[in-house]
């Protein structure tokens, strides 16, 4: 079983700053692309921000130049610093990995933290 577990969400002023993590557990051998999407009441599931094992990113246009991606590979973690946070910005934030499990195996696949709250309102 994998499990991916996030933290730091919460509610902050417009123009502030958080710093969401997500760490991975359980049997893993590799992860490949981790990320973070995030959903609003009464809106789809959209993507924020993706970094491959290589490290590239890719960002929303909304969050380019306030948002940064970054990993850990050693912990299998993932990490997401918001900052100008702007009231757009309110919605559960999800994590997700692409995981391979298994040295003898090369297949992989998605896993899913259960979301954690970020509200920007004054």
């Known amino acids: 079983q994998v499990q991916l577990v996030e933290s730091g969400g919460g509610l902050v002023q417009p123009g502030g700053s958080l710093r969401l993590s997500c760490a991975a557990s359980g049997r893993i051998f590799s992860i490949n692309a981790m990320g973070w999407y995030r959903q609003a009441p009464g809106k789809e599931r959209e993507l924020v921000a993706t970094i491959t094992g290589g490290e590239s990113t890719k960002y929303a246009d909304s969050v380019k130049g306030r948002f940064t991606i970054s990993r850990n590979n050693t912990k299998n973690t993932v990490y997401l610093q918001m900052n100008s946070l702007k009231p757009e910005d309110t919605a559960v934030y999800y994590c997700?990995?692409?995981?391979?499990?298994?040295?003898?195996?090369?297949?992989?696949?998605?896993?899913w933290g259960q979301g954690t709250q970020v509200t920007v309102s004054s």
């Open positions: 997700y990995g692409l995981v391979r499990r298994y040295s003898w195996s090369s297949s992989q696949s998605d896993y």
